[in-house]
């Protein structure tokens, strides 16, 4: 029978979740991996806790009233004359865009406590205690995430807003499936990928300092998180013989397609047009008007586009090959993602969060240069 782990690495090694008995093997005692004791180790340079105002403070106040959070053009809908027209009125035109910047903090919140549970998931399957330790390191950042949008959510709007069904189904997808690969291309690879992005692209343009800082502070986790994943590719990818390849590569498709739909598709934000006197359906046969594949594609060119960055993971990591290479090329130019070479958009934010926290936990010691991108 073929291992349905498609695992090539012992440090990828993986058992059923429920098989307990098998990390109680001597021999796996004394064969742990060091392949990621450095990121391991990294964790003390960027700690932060979200409750201590040391870090950050939830009391610093911001106008949700009358300012916008995000400039006008980072808000799909309002490029179309509909909306635009409709929402004339200052005041409802700010209350609009920061309700839609509320629903992707709801969608970050949702995907940060899937990143956990995934993380504690990945405990209970790997079998190598350097590859456990790490994903322990990373269930305990993702619950501080968790904990920092949940609050940052609840000082600016009060309550967070429901996961719409693509999201939740996909991280249903990956929480339960047993299937190492499934859970780190989907999420190490992908939503986190998708994370970096869509912060690095919020964290240039939020207005609030406050949730500027939480980004940030953020990001300083991720840029590691989406590394581990780099490191399973590297190891992996290489070695997979066509067969495998194939599975890979069809999965890594069907996430990327699920987020793209999920973040493209004005369907699941009916509920919110309707709030603000807006025809849903309408709203919908507008904005495809305006996006044309040309705007689309213009759009992607951006670096900081969130799909631009998730391909060119999959790209860098060699899961992309001619069979699904018309599929991505619909989206981006992939000779020139190519050359782009191996920064992620996010890394330089990153490690200037990583600078600040260093300032506060090592107030008194020299410490070495920091380098979040690829070894
Ligand atoms: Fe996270
Ligand atoms: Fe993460």
């Not at 490029?79 to 629903?103: A, C, G, W």
């Not at 998708?194 to 840029?223: C, H, W």
């Amino acid at each position: 029978m073929t291992d349905k782990n498609i695992t090539k690495d012992a440090m990828y090694d993986a058992v059923a979740p429920d098989d307990f008995e098998s990390m109680l093997e001597l021999d796996r005692y004394n064969n742990r991996s060091s392949a990621f004791d450095k990121i391991i180790a990294a964790t003390h340079d960027h700690f932060w806790d979200p409750l201590d105002t040391k870090y950050i403070d939830f009391d610093e106040p911001f106008d949700m009233e009358n300012e916008p959070l995000v400039p006008e053009e980072m808000i799909a809908a309002l490029q179309t004359d509909y909306v635009s027209n409709h929402l004339s009125d200052p005041k409802e035109r700010t209350r609009f865009i920061n309700t839609m910047v509320l629903h992707n903090f709801s969608s970050i919140l949702h995907g940060e406590q899937g990143a956990l549970n995934l993380s504690a998931s990945l405990c209970h399957v790997l079998k190598d205690q350097g590859a456990q330790e790490y994903a322990a390191n990373q269930t305990r950042e993702e619950a501080r995430h968790v904990t920092g949008f949940a609050k940052y959510i609840k000082t600016r709007w009060g309550r967070p807003l429901e996961c719409g069904t693509v999201l939740k189904d996909l991280l249903v997808e990956i929480i339960h499936a047993p299937e190492v690969y499934k859970k780190i291309i989907g999420m190490q690879m992908l939503v986190e990928g998708l994370a970096m992005g869509a912060f690095a692209s919020f964290y240039n343009n939020i207005r609030d300092p406050l949730g500027k800082k939480l980004l940030q502070l953020v990001m300083t986790d991720e840029a590691f998180h989406h590394k581990f994943g780099k490191i399973w590719a590297d190891r992996t990818v290489p070695k997979l013989d066509p067969d495998e390849h194939a599975i890979i590569e069809d999965w890594a498709a069907h996430c990327f397609q699920t987020l793209l739909f999920n973040l493209v598709s004005p369907t699941q934000q009916m509920a919110l047009y309707a709030d603000f006197g807006l025809d849903g359906m309408k709203v919908i046969e507008e904005f495809q008007k305006v996006m044309t594949d040309d705007v689309r594609r213009e759009n992607m060119r951006e670096s900081a586009n969130i799909f631009r960055v998730l391909i060119k993971t999959l790209l860098n990591a060699g899961i992309i090959t001619d069979r699904t290479r018309a599929f991505y090329g619909m989206y981006v130019d992939m000779e020139e993602l190519k050359l782009e070479g191996d920064r992620m958009v996010g890394d330089d934010i990153a490690e200037d969060g990583i600078r600040y926290l260093q300032a506060i936990n090592f107030k008194d010691r020299v410490v070495e240069t920091i380098r979040v991108a690829a070894e």
